[in-house]
Nanobody, 123 residues
C-alpha cells in the first residue's frame, strides 16, 4: 500500500511554469507505475502523464506533450510533474496516482490516489 500527497500547485499567468510534487509513504513506491491526472470543474478526471516503475519510460496526453515532463526519484519516493508554457485550459486539480499495471491511461488502472493540488492559469 502507498499513501500519496501532492504539493506545488498555485496560480500562474499563461506561459508560466510550475513544478508539482507527489510524496509517497510506504515501502513499495518503486513497485508502482505512476501517473498524473487532472480534473477541471464540471469535467471528468483525465490522464495527463504516466511513468514506468524505474522512470526510464514516460508517456503523455497529446494536449500536454512537449510542455509537461513527468519524472520520479525512487530513492526519495517522490513523483514530479514539470508544467511549462501553461495555458488557461490547464487549470484543474492535479492528482497523482499509483497503479500495478503500466502504460494505462484510464483511472481504473490506478489503485491509490492523492488528495489533489489546484493549478490555476490566468490569461
Amino acid at each position: 500500500q502507498v499513501q500519496l500527497v501532492e504539493s506545488g500547485g498555485g496560480s500562474v499567468q499563461a506561459g508560466g511554469s510550475l513544478r508539482l510534487s507527489c510524496a509517497a509513504s510506504g515501502r513499495t513506491f518503486g513497485t508502482y507505475s505512476m501517473g498524473w491526472f487532472r480534473q477541471a470543474p464540471g469535467k471528468e478526471r483525465s490522464f495527463v502523464a504516466g511513468i514506468s516503475r524505474s522512470g526510464a519510460s514516460a508517456y503523455y496526453a497529446d494536449s500536454v506533450k512537449d510542455r509537461f515532463t513527468i519524472s520520479r526519484d525512487n530513492a526519495k519516493m517522490t513523483l514530479y510533474l514539470q508544467l511549462n508554457s501553461l495555458k488557461s485550459e490547464d487549470t484543474a486539480v492535479y492528482y497523482c496516482a499509483a497503479g500495478a499495471t503500466g502504460w494505462r491511461t484510464d483511472t481504473s488502472a490506478f489503485d491509490y490516489w492523492g488528495q489533489g493540488t489546484q493549478v490555476t492559469v490566468s490569461s
